[in-house]
């Protein structure tokens, strides 16, 4: 599987963008796909994630202000970030987990993801 990221950029404070992840590969109907970032000396942490039944999960630190969807027909997972804060600015991951389900913001079965993007940098300046 392979995940491809675009989107990324810089943005000021109060300002919007969207990512977007293009899997190709071996997929299956059943899934969990999310979005993840890192901060430069921070762990990555999870953003959002989204089922292939379209169930919808959000870290607290993004709800309301970030919407995770899905196009099924194009095999594309989005990020739409809106009212952003500095405190965003890092390197955005998309990841997925086949054959399996989300519990929260990550897969369940022991939470990990297992096919990852090369990553997109967003920038929030104040």
């Known amino acids: 599987v392979q995940l491809v990221e675009s989107g990324g950029g810089s943005v000021q404070a109060g300002g919007s963008l969207k990512l977007s992840c293009v899997a190709r590969?071996?997929?299956?109907?059943?899934?969990?796909m999310g979005w993840l970032r890192q901060s430069p000396g921070q762990g990555r942490e999870g953003v959002a994630a989204?089922?292939?039944?379209?169930?919808?999960s959000y870290a607290d630190s993004v709800q309301g202000r970030f919407t995770i969807s899905q196009d099924k027909a194009k095999n594309t997972l989005y990020l739409e970030m809106n009212n952003m804060k500095p405190e965003d600015t890092a390197m955005y991951y998309c990841?997925?987990?086949?054959?399996?389900?989300?519990?929260?913001?990550?897969?369940?079965?022991?939470?990990?993801?297992?096919?990852w993007g090369q990553g997109t940098q967003v920038t929030v300046s104040s």
């Open positions: 990841a997925a987990k086949y054959l399996s389900y989300c519990s929260g913001i990550y897969p369940m079965d022991g939470g990990r993801f297992a096919d």
């Open positions: 590969g071996n997929l299956f109907s059943s899934y969990c």
């Open positions: 989204i089922g292939s039944d379209g169930t919808a």
